[in-house]
């Protein structure tokens, strides 16, 4: 009798234990859900600020889920009369205990991380007190980055991307 009462405990033990674990990974996924907006490859054309003292340039990027939906990896490239002018290899992931996305930028000079929150359905990504990425899904059905400078007390954009949906893009 004991021993049946011992393995009905078990039992209830690894239930309990995997319904545990499995929990803390839905809570990442559906984290991971709300980026959804910047899933699929993109291409379009971006501006540095201010516009007139700088060139248009084309972009691509793809975005991507991993590790079962629990990381974004997001590839970009922005091209200027044929020169690759930014390269990224962007890992976006959230933490449940948190509860902030971080967002790291690996280029060629290093990474640069960011610690972002949802709000009114966009991404906003900070480095410091000063500086922000913002990612949307524009009513038009585009991608949209921008980044944005703290000055004087203003945020003041300094570059904007515009991307639609595209064919598979490879780098």
Known sequence: MKTINLN??????????VSQLSSAQTEEQTAMAKLSFMIGDWKGNGSS????????????????YDLDGELLVLKHRSIRDGKAVL??????????????YYYYAFRQKGVRPFTGKIM??????SIGDD???TFQRTEDGFFNEY?????????????????QPTSEVSF
């Open 120 to 125: 009114d359905g966009k991404l906003i990504c």
């Open 87 to 100: 390269s990224l290899h962007t890992i976006i992931y959230y933490n449940v205990k948190e509860e902030q």
């Open 49 to 64: 600020y201010p516009k007139e003292e700088n060139q248009p340039y084309d972009v691509l990027s793809k975005v991507r």
């Open 147 to 163: 980044g944005e400078k703290l000055i004087d007390g203003v945020w003041t954009k300094n570059f904007e991307d515009i991307l």
């Open 131 to 133: 500086y922000r990425l």
């Open 8 to 17: 009905i405990l078990l039992l209830f033990l690894s239930i309990f234990l």
